[in-house]
């Protein structure tokens, strides 16, 4: 989907098709790799044991989707853990900071220990911490507190003012951004480019009924628009997998590790961009309905195996 050329023009009504289109047009942005010839079928993750040693696994259309734990997916992570495999999740999801985001997979019903999930926001407060930023400007909820992140920041809102005196913008999360809140970011950068650091890469996320738009597309919407050059963490990038990979033992052959998710240019690509194993779900995320090998031939983004659900 080609993005409008008209500042204030935000949100689009993303279906697969549009996501995926979405996508390949922002693809040169994206890391470059490799990937097999065709996927292999597989009923569930419970095949690939003799292949895998270490599942890490996306959230929303794997685990979940929006509020909803996945039929069977907890006794699937009991599963592994009982045959000795090491699972984690790696999320995009960057509104909450660590100790709620436990919360989050306890409430579903996952039992992630802290040490076993990793966020694309900690792999952008990381890079925080290097920047020569003075004060930031967050991109978030209501209920963002200046507290969570170790920077000098504020939420933005409704005050251009607001938008004007910041060094910076971080995009945690979209969930309560608007099209007249999207109109004053775009006229402030167009009076002063500044860094865009987006802890979640995402363009959209699968909800019960519907997609939600992520902080993905405002970045690539603003680079197309505005020539600014955003710097992402989370996946397909590799801060996040070397955060995953900084929790494992030295000598863990990468291809013993598993991605799973259901994106191909965010999960599948990043997995196999870091010498990862990977694993498209099909029927929870965003190709539910649709033939996601269609999709793989479209792009050439091919993971290993498929499994409608884990």
Request: aromatic share 10%; with cysteine; glycine share 6%.
């Amino acid at each position: 989907m080609p993005l409008s050329n008209q500042p204030g023009q935000y949100f689009e009504d993303f279906d697969t098709e549009s996501a995926f289109n979405f996508y390949e047009a922002v693809r040169d942005r994206l890391p470059k790799t490799n990937y097999p010839t065709s996927p292999k079928h597989k009923a569930g993750l419970l095949d690939l044991v003799d292949q895998c040693d270490v599942f890490v696994f996306d959230a929303f259309g794997v685990l979940n989707v929006g509020n909803r734990p996945i039929a069977r997916a907890p006794e699937c992570i009991a599963a592994l853990r009982a045959k000795g495999k090491r699972v984690f999740v790696l999320t995009n999801a960057a509104t909450l900071p660590k100790p709620q985001s436990v919360l989050k997979f306890k409430n579903l019903g996952f039992d992630f220990s802290s040490d076993e999930i990793v966020t694309s926001r900690m792999a952008a407060e990381n890079a925080i911490s290097t920047m020569n930023v003075e004060r930031w400007g967050v991109m978030s909820k209501a209920d963002f507190s200046s507290d969570d992140l170790d920077v000098d920041c504020v939420l933005l809102e409704n005050d251009a003012a607001v938008y004007d005196a910041v060094d910076g913008f971080l995009f945690l999360s979209t969930w309560e951004w608007n099209t007249h809140r999207q109109r004053i970011l775009e006229a402030s950068l167009a009076n002063r480019q500044r860094p865009i650091l987006v802890a979640n890469p995402d363009v959209i996320a699968p909800l019960e009924e519907r997609f939600s738009t992520e902080p993905g597309y405002v970045a690539h919407r603003l680079a197309d628009l505005m020539g600014v050059t955003p710097e992402f963490h989370g996946k397909p990038f590799p801060s996040v997998f070397q955060l995953v990979e900084g929790l494992l033992e030295k000598g863990v052959d990468p291809k013993r590790i598993c991605m799973i998710g259901d994106t191909l240019h965010t999960d599948v690509l990043g997995g196999a961009s870091n010498g990862w194993s990977t694993v498209l779900v099909s029927d929870h995320g965003l190709f539910r309905g649709a033939d996601a090998e269609e999709y793989i031939r479209k792009c050439g983004i091919v993971p290993d195996w498929i499994v409608p659900s884990i």
